[in-house]
């Protein structure tokens, strides 16, 4: 039998919490995983992309995820999809998940986790630059984390900048730059194909955590500012393949370290409170198996989902 979990399954079975643990212990033991995760992405004769990301995989869990996505920007959810969970000893299909709904908790939490460990402070202001549901993930990972003092957002649907301010508490500001003027901590989750800040747009000590670049030609912060950064991915040859690295036209070294070797402690992180650092995830297949894992156990013990059989 295959087990169903739709968007209200998913949030029914996930928290934020157990989500945050299940994604800081994957980015420990990540890197121990012998088969890499691969994107594969294509541009369609319709207004959209497809990206599959295949094997999930992570030592410890005898099972493997495929995800299918479906982006179309101009769409409501931009991104629809789904995750096949499989076991790893014959390859039964054990559950179909909603891939939007994954991706954005494991997009969000994970941007959360990694914005933390950079910066450890709980207060000072953070600014939004995109006001989707990757930001609310966010927002919602940094709530657990730690508390902050203010908020302004910015998005290029003023209305919906104003939705998300009031929701949390905050303000708005005009632009990208203006956002970074008034904020500690900068988020970018938008589908920016130019730019939005550069390094006269920051200030010394300032972080920013950018979630746009996560596929060829996009890209939201300037090479300079990446330059100048402490710049942590989340591993570095996806990066330069097609994340903040490649948008930059910058090699793998550029990176200096991965949220997993600072989470180990095989990177001191940011050391200077002056300086400047940035974490520009891709976003990679175990984080996917992390998350689908821990939503199939929990609907497996509490009856959550419908299940269908598909080979009748």
């Known amino acids: 039998m295959t087990l169903v979990l739709t968007r209200g399954d998913l949030e029914t079975v996930l928290d934020p919490e157990a989500c945050l643990a299940a994604l800081d212990a994957g980015f420990r033991r990540a890197d121990g995983e012998r088969t890499p995760g691969r994107r594969i992405r294509t541009d369609l004769p319709f207004p959209g992309t497809a990206t599959a990301l295949v094997p999930g995989l992570l030592p ?15 769409a409501r959810p931009a991104l629809r999809g789904v995750i096949c969970l499989h076991g790893g000893r014959d390859g039964e299909l054990l559950a179909l998940l909603d891939s939007a709904t994954v991706t954005a908790w494991r997009t969000g939490l994970a941007a959360a986790l990694g914005t933390h460990v950079l910066t450890g402070r709980a207060d000072g202001t953070l600014g939004v630059v995109g006001a989707g549901a990757q930001a609310e993930l966010v927002l919602r990972g940094l709530a657990v984390l730690r508390g902050r003092r203010a908020l302004v957002v910015h998005d290029t649907d003023a209305g919906r900048a104003a939705a998300f301010a009031a929701r949390h508490g905050g303000g708005t500001a005009g632009s990208a730059a203006e956002v970074a003027a008034a904020s500690d901590v900068v988020l ?63 090699p793998p070294k550029a990176a200096a370290a991965t949220l997993g070797e600072i989470l180990r402690g095989d990177h001191p992180g940011r050391t200077d409170p002056a300086t400047r650092s940035v974490y520009a995830p891709v976003g990679l297949p175990w984080q996917d198996l992390a998350l689908t894992w821990l939503a199939y156990e929990r609907a497996e013990r509490t009856g959550v989902g419908r299940r269908i059989d598909l080979l009748a």
């Open 60 to 74: 410890g869990i005898e099972a493997y995820t495929v995800k299918v996505n479906a982006k179309f920007p101009a």
């Open 188 to 250: 970018l989750a938008t589908w920016s194909r130019t730019p939005l800040l550069c390094l006269a747009d920051t200030r010394a000590g300032q972080h920013v955590t950018s979630l746009g670049a996560d596929e060829p030609g996009k890209r939201e912060l300037a090479r300079d500012l990446l330059e100048a950064a402490l710049l942590v991915v989340d591993e570095r040859e996806p990066a330069a393949e097609m994340g903040v690295l490649a948008s930059a036209g910058l």
